[in-house]
């Protein structure tokens, strides 16, 4: 029986691989794609998930559901990363366009429609989770659980000194999701930051002729000179496929409960995860967090799903 899942997510070249293991692999069912505002800007974000499966065209169609606004006032994107367009600037046309509902909304109604058996994996920052659980009451008993990219163990930020980017998108509901009463996992960036990728990735993308060859060839490249260009590294990072081999691949991560929280103030840390790391304290784990992955083999394990 496949894993029903529902991705929410910021297209954004990493989800954009992420998406292509997910939608091909036999053992995940993708109810829906949920977009949400991160990488890029809500609309876009949502146009994204919608040119992202027309052109790896999956043997199942899940739901999409439309992006909204955040609420924080700091928010700012990842274009310098993903390119104008959140593609690569690659320049896809959209064919269709659906009556969509948002995605807060689909994440409420097909949790409830199957109580327990939807998993959330969260590759964006948390908005549509935290509206879902403000929206339902009952979306908290209703979920499976929750695997979320994002956060820092260690501190070390990706889009400030201390905050990893899908936190520091929107802070309050990641506190919020953080404190829900759910099965939660955390993938954080000490962990996906590892797991690094050289150009000779390309080279083992699927064949052209395939519709994951012919997308990934596509946009991949980008993320390349952006890393370049803009971080100095020659290798890239694909955080969420990375978080998505935890659902495929548990045993290639080790995790640990940890009880995490995250600043919503601060002028130097709004949106950082912290852990309560003090020795002997009786704080309630509220996470698992994966502390060690076998970075070799889930590189290796990337590169296989998208070739199957
Ligand atoms: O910090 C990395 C995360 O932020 C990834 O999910 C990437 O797609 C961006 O959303
Ligand atoms: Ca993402």
């Not at 879902?132 to 008993?141: G, T």
């Not at 953080?178 to 993938?187: D, E, G, M, R, V």
């Not at 912290?274 to 290796?300: I, M, P």
Request: with cysteine; proline share 5%.
């Amino acid at each position: 029986m496949a894993r029903r899942i529902i991705l929410d997510c910021d297209p954004g070249i990493d989800d954009s691989v992420a998406l292509s293991i997910a939608l091909f692999h036999k053992s995940l069912d993708v109810v829906a794609i949920t977009a949400v505002e991160g990488n890029v800007p809500a609309e876009l974000a949502t146009k994204n998930v919608q040119t992202v499966v027309e052109q790896l065209d999956p043997p199942r169609l899940p739901r999409i559901g439309v992006a909204t606004r955040n609420d924080n006032s700091d928010y700012r994107d990842a274009c310098f990363i993903h390119g104008r367009d959140g593609l690569g600037e690659v320049g896809f046309v959209m064919a269709g366009h659906h009556q969509r509902h948002q995605s807060e909304k689909i994440l409420c109604d097909e949790v409830r429609a199957a109580p327990g058996e939807i998993d959330i994996v969260c590759l964006g920052p948390l908005t549509n989770v935290a509206r879902a659980i403000q929206r339902d009451p009952h979306f908290i008993e209703n979920v499976g659980e929750i695997v979320m990219m994002g956060g820092s163990f260690n501190g070390i930020g990706n889009i400030t000194q201390t905050a990893e980017f899908n936190i520091h998108c929107d802070p309050e509901s990641a506190r919020e999701v953080f404190h829900a009463p759910i099965k939660k996992t955390l993938i954080p960036l000490d962990i996906t930051s590892q797991v690094q990728f050289s150009l000779s990735f390309i080279d083992q993308l699927p064949e052209e002729s395939t519709s994951v060859g012919s997308f990934l060839r596509n946009v991949l490249p980008y993320l390349f000179r952006s890393y370049h260009q803009q971080l100095g590294q020659e290798t890239v990072q694909i955080h969420d496929a990375i978080a998505l081999l935890q659902l495929l691949e548990p045993e290639l991560f080790e995790l640990e409960a940890w009880a995490g929280d995250v600043e919503v103030k601060g002028q130097l840390t709004r949106g950082m995860t912290v852990f309560e790391k003090r020795q002997g304290r009786k704080t309630s784990h509220n996470l698992e967090v994966a502390r060690v992955v076998d970075a070799s083999a889930a590189r290796q394990a990337v590169i296989k799903y998208l070739n199957r």
